[in-house]
């Protein structure tokens, strides 16, 4: 019994190290959506260029205009 608690001490030790050790830039991903909508055009940093079809493509600084009015501004 007493074996089995050191065990998990040492698991709960090692796994808090990681998490301590473990890179900010990890911690701060986005999750890109699944939906991929066809898009009329997009502009990036003033420049207009062929549209992606959501902002995890396109990337921070542009923004999609798609054929029904909507836009998407990427950050």
């Known amino acids: ?3 089995s608690r050191v065990g998990v001490l040492f698991l709960l ?3 808090g190290v990681f998490l301590l050790a473990a890179k900010p830039e990890h911690a ?3 999750i890109c959506p699944q939906d ?3 898009a009329e055009y997009m502009i ?3 420049e207009k260029k062929t549209a992606a ?7 921070p ?4 205009y798609y054929s029904d009015g909507i836009k998407s501004v990427c950050s």
């Open 1 to 3: 019994m007493a074996a």
């Open 36 to 38: 991929c909508r066809v």
């Open 61 to 64: 600084g542009c923004t999609i």
């Open 28 to 30: 701060s991903a986005k």
């Open 53 to 59: 079809c959501n902002c995890c493509f396109a990337g």
């Open 44 to 46: 990036c940093r003033g």
């Open 13 to 15: 030790l090692v796994c």
